[in-house]
Nanobody
Framework: VQLVESGGGLVQAGGSLRLSCAASGFTFGDYAISWFRQAPGKEREGLSCISDSDGSTYYADSVKGRFTTSSDNAKNTVYLQMNSLKPEDTAVYYC?????????????????????WGQGTQVTVSS
């Protein structure tokens, strides 16, 4: 299993970025895929996920209404569209997957549940 994130960068507050997570090594759609972030000195935070069982999506309260996750099965890619960015969104963003994670009812769950991670992409939001 391999996950490769891209799309991070520097943006002003109020701006937008779209992150991509290209997946390989498994049948795309068979596993839930989640997005996490980690700011310096803070724990890794689950932001969103797309369920493999029903395609439903989940968002943490901190990003609900601003971030949207979607998938393109033809490209084996999951996206995280981030709008109305705030300085507190500054972090390294990761996508993750695991065959045993089911986020359809309870969201992405703890990061310890995931065995497969991308390398991360830095997002910096300036004020």
């Amino acid at each position: 299993v391999q996950l490769v994130e891209s799309g991070g960068g520097l943006v002003q507050a109020g701006g937008s970025l779209r992150l991509s997570c290209a997946a390989s090594g498994f049948t795309f759609g068979d596993y839930a895929i989640s997005w996490f972030r980690q700011a310096p000195g803070k724990e890794r935070e689950g932001l969103s996920c797309i369920s493999d069982s029903d395609g439903s999506t989940y968002y943490a309260d901190s990003v609900k209404g601003r971030f949207t996750t979607s998938s393109d099965n033809a490209k084996n890619t999951v996206y995280l569209q981030m709008n109305s960015l705030k300085p507190e969104d500054t972090a390294v963003y990761y996508c993750a997957t695991d065959p045993w994670v089911d986020c359809s009812n309870s969201g992405p769950g703890p990061h310890e549940d995931y065995d497969y991670w991308g390398q991360g992409t830095q997002v910096t939001v300036s004020s």
